[in-house]
């Protein structure tokens, strides 16, 4: 089977990877680029653990195939962030304890970027709803849904 | 030791360790993991819930380039272990997705198209997929030679009930002979998943000289160490087993799927090896909750006091005998009364699905279930409070158990008085809204747990114990480390090392990790202070009875001088060698945690949906080491047996296949499911501990099958009995009244 050759922006670094035609792109950031903070829960779109964005939108990775990432920018947890300064949301988490396992806590924060970039205001069932595609098995949800609002409150005014 | 004293940093809220890994992405977990040269795995399963396997032909597999290895029951080292079935079948396959062959090849696409030319010739059997299709006469038998266990006269003949228990106390026929009222029901509980996030994962690399090593996500790597090399037959010094992050387990890994399976390709190819199993195959071929058909009988006089109860429990096993929790079961059920009379009969049956495994405060949320909505019931027939006829029967210190301790100071009342005075129970109700109380006990477990707490050169602390870490406990060893050794909390660093860099330790499961592996925290601390006495004092040339350690520091208490930590640690060369503290125990004293919660429930009477429009939950942690993840513990559990209630269920068709094994059809809770969970910690100090830590991890899954189950019953006026109160049934039950 012939490989395709993929150029994408990851994080805003330009990276090439092989891939087959069938591969996800959450196969391709983990076993081609390395990039294993995306996680697999469940491979069909429901759990939201692969959560990235592609040109700004919020998707489930495995449910894109890697060849539809040509040309796109792709971010994932790992591009959330400085190397020496968490993103607000990052330590709202730690902060509420709003993690217990932490499989499902890097979808839920590319996630909440995605929800504060569209709605810097949600109410908490606005949050709730965005969020319903990110299973959390540990928490019960309260904590992440406080980190949440904390965050939103920190970043608004901050901005 | 443990009342009401002033703690420094025990009690605070910190930031966990591990958190900045897992906010950031770089935690890895068990699929994370890459070695040089590996090749992929994947299992070929039973597409049959029973049958026969009367032959298997790997040939054409074998023959195709790209496949490494393939390993089917006759693989297996040691045939004589009794977990070889369940790592592949050997004459029958026993449940929809029982493994049957697994293949190597250089990569997971190859590997997965391979399976497909495996020749597996299956004798379909009839599948037995209930209680009452096992029981029935003349039922077909799932193994041919089981002979039920722990009957009066033993049976001559095999069946699937693969034992009975039973335990009594008191004078059942005097007990309800005094009763003025008499209720009696049947429940029911479905086949139910623990639901973790993380599929089950490793990677392994065996090497015939040297030490093996498997890499993967487990609550015991100990476990996982002792079974592997046993299926192997490799001493356990040959076997390095390195627990990755977790992410989630309870109770659903305590025990090995793939590991074995892997490590058996690894040396047949030469091979680092990588297996993870898909989502499908997680539900359909990890161990999943008993089913359960419970009744139950209780009687009470007119003022409330309860003279009788009785059980009887029927707990499905999965195909393998013996593996339903039915003695937690039938031990909890009763628990959190203090009535003289009880008596329970349990039995053990096998169905054609996957082997059970522990879920959480395993065994007791089903038969807790069926006890508490009875006593609703009975508090409603008494028009008695839900909250004060509990008060009324509480077990407390010195209530004699039905399964055999006295109980020593627990919290129940105070839980139940704390329920009583929460904001949600004196809120009032609206149409189509009910609200249901119950509460829940679990024993918790204490065991074998190994510390060493390494000094170093600069005074800070390496904490290794063998207790992986799920819900945030890395940070709880380090505050009781720094409470002991009076130093700052960020002093230390907890890790969890590989089964070769530690000694045994038990499974973190049975709410064990904080109350045990924090006792001997504490104790490898205490280690340290005396060495740091002793150092200093062979510094002052003193006895090291003359030497203090207050706040950090060593004072010579019959001259000058003080010494910190720093300075001890950087003399320690000097003074004999470097210090390590440490803290190898079996645990004893676990004492219970009781929870009593409140659902308040709305019912969309059109559809039959339920909504939890508020919840409480409250719980004893004895001491909460950190309030915040105490709490998310009493909230992540109320929100999994919320789903139990309400929602989750493993769905077979007339075939015994199971029709939902994926997120979308198994729906746990979602964000947008559930309400903020107003979280109240109680704390009545276990004396055993000595910060007076009680276990908090699996109490909290108990009550919200009744609570849920209750407040949907008032809602819509209808005493419903078997979970799941999903839509459809709820319609039904709406429709039929």
Redesign the interface.
């Known amino acids: 089977m012939t490989k395709s050759h993929i150029t994408a922006t990851i994080n805003g670094d330009v990276r090439e990877f092989l891939c087959e035609p069938g591969d996800t792109l959450l196969q391709s950031l983990r076993d081609e680029l390395g990039l294993t903070g995306t996680k697999e829960g469940c491979g069909s779109g429901d759990c939201g653990a692969c959560s990235v964005t592609v040109n700004g939108r919020l998707v489930c990775s495995c449910l894109v195939l890697a060849v539809e990432v040509d040309g796109a920018e792709v971010g994932t947890v790992e591009g959330i962030g400085e190397p020496d300064k968490l993103h607000v949301i990052q330590q709202k988490f730690l902060e509420h304890a709003a993690l217990q396992c932490g499989i499902c806590t890097p979808g839920l924060i590319v996630s909440t970027k995605a929800l504060l970039e569209e709605n810097p205001s949600p109410t908490e069932e606005e949050a709730r709803y965005y969020l319903a595609g990110n299973l959390c098995r540990c928490t019960g949800y309260d904590k992440i849904i406080k980190a949440v609002m904390d965050a939103a409150e920190t970043m608004r005014g901050t901005a | 030791m443990s009342e009401a004293q002033d703690y420094k940093h025990i009690g605070q809220?910190t930031?966990?360790p591990?958190?900045?890994d897992?906010?950031?992405?770089?935690?890895?977990?068990a699929?994370?993991l890459?070695l040089p040269g590996m090749i992929w795995a994947k299992v070929l399963r039973s597409p049959h819930a029973h049958a026969r396997i009367v032959s298997i032909d790997i040939s054409k597999v074998e023959a195709l380039p790209d496949v490494m290895a393939v390993a089917t029951h006759a693989d297996i080292p040691n045939q004589a272990d009794p977990g070889a079935i369940n790592i592949l079948a050997k004459e029958k396959a026993l449940y929809h997705g029982h493994a049957i062959a697994g293949v190597a090849a250089k990569t997971e696409?190859a590997a997965e198209a391979a399976l497909a030319l495996i020749e597996v010739n299956y004798e379909v059997l009839p599948p037995i997929m209930s209680i009452e299709d096992a029981m029935a006469d003349g039922a077909a038998l799932i193994h041919e030679n089981l002979i039920t266990k722990g009957m009066a006269e033993q049976p001559t003949s095999p069946s699937n009930v693969s034992s009975r228990m039973e335990m009594n106390k008191g004078d059942m026929t005097a007990g309800f002979a005094e009763a003025d009222v008499i209720v009696e029901r049947e429940y029911r509980t479905p086949t139910v998943h623990?639901?973790?996030?993380?599929?089950h994962a490793c990677t392994v690399r065996f090497d015939e000289d040297g030490q093996s090593m498997i890499w993967c996500s487990t609550q015991g790597h100990f476990g996982v160490r002792a079974s592997t090399a046993g299926l192997l037959n490799l001493e356990q010094s040959k076997l390095k087993v390195i627990a990755s992050?977790?992410?989630?387990?309870?109770g659903g890994k305590t025990v090995v799927y793939l590991e074995p399976l892997a490590l058996i390709l690894s040396k047949k190819s030469g091979r680092p090896v990588k297996i993870?199993m898909?989502?499908d195959e997680v539900f359909k071929a990890s161990g999943p909750g008993s089913a359960t058909r419970i009744k139950v009988k209780i009687g009470a006089k007119k003022d409330g006091a309860i003279t009788a109860m009785e059980a009887h429990l029927y707990y499905e096993s999965g195909a393998f005998p013996g593996a339903a929790p039915l003695g937690p079961g039938c031990m909890t059920i009763f628990t959190p009364y203090d009535v003289p009379n009880q008596y329970v009969e349990g039995f053990d049956v096998v169905v054609n699905k996957a082997k059970v495994a522990a879920y959480r405060a395993p065994g007791a949320p089903q038969s807790e279930y069926a006890c508490e909505m009875l006593i609703n019931e009975l508090a409603d027939e008494l028009g008695i409070d839900p909250i004060d006829f509990r008060l009324q029967n509480a077990a407390k210190e010195d209530t004699q158990t039905l399964y055999g301790p006295k109980l020593k100071a627990v919290g129940l009342v105070e839980c139940l008085e704390a329920a009583k005075n929460s904001a949600q129970y004196k809120s009032a109700l609206e149409k189509n809204q009910g609200r249901g109380v119950a509460a829940g006990f679990w024993f918790n477990i204490g065991g074998v747990s190994s510390v060493i707490i390494n000094m170093n050169e600069d005074g800070t602390g390496t904490i290794l114990e063998g207790s992986p870490d799920?819900?945030?406990s890395r940070a709880s060893m380090q505050m009781m480390a720094a409470e002991e050794l009076q130093m700052p909390t960020d002093t230390f660093t907890a890790i969890i090392p590989d089964t070769a860099h530690i000694a045994h330790s038990d499974t973190t499961g049975g709410s064990r990790t904080t109350f045990a592996t924090g006792m001997a925290v504490v104790e490898a601390a205490a280690d340290i202070v005396t060495q740091f006495k002793e150092r200093a004092a062979a510094v002052w040339n003193v006895t090291p009875e003359q030497v203090e350690w207050k706040d950090g520091i060593a004072i010579n208490t019959s001259g000058d001088g003080e010494m910190t930590a720093a300075e001890i640690c950087a003399a320690a060369g000097r003074t004999g060698g470097q210090i390590t503290g440490l803290g190898n125990i079996n645990a004893r004293g676990a004492g219970p945690s009781f929870a009593v919660h409140i659902a308040d429930i709305e019912v969309d009477t059109d559809t039959g949906k339920s909504d939890v429009i508020r919840y409480t939950a409250i719980q004893d942690a004895g001491k909460a080491i950190?309030p915040?993840?105490v709490?998310?513990?009493y909230?992540?559990?109320?929100?999994?047996g919320i789903g139990w209630a309400l929602n989750e269920e493993y769905i077979f068709n007339k075939d015994g296949l199971m029709e939902n094994p994926?997120?979308?059809d198994y729906r746990?809770?979602?964000?947008?499911?559930?309400p903020?969970?107003e979280?109240i910690i109680v704390e009545v100090p276990n004396s055993f501990h000595p910060f007076g830590v009680r276990g908090v991890g699996e109490t909290g899954i108990i009550p919200p099958l009744a609570a849920c189950g209750t407040a949907v019953s008032q809602a819509i006026g209808i005493r419903m009995s078997e979970l799941p109160l999903s839509p459809p049934r709820v319609l039904k039950a709406i429709l039929e009244a």
């Open positions: 809220r930031i966990r591990d958190g900045y897992k906010v950031t992405g770089r935690a890895n977990y699929a994370d890459a696409t623990q639901g973790y996030i993380e599929p992050e977790i992410g989630g387990g309870f993870q898909d989502r799920i819900g945030g950190h915040g993840y709490e998310g513990q909230q992540g559990g109320a929100a999994q994926g997120f979308l746990i809770p979602l964000a947008s499911d559930l903020m969970i979280a």
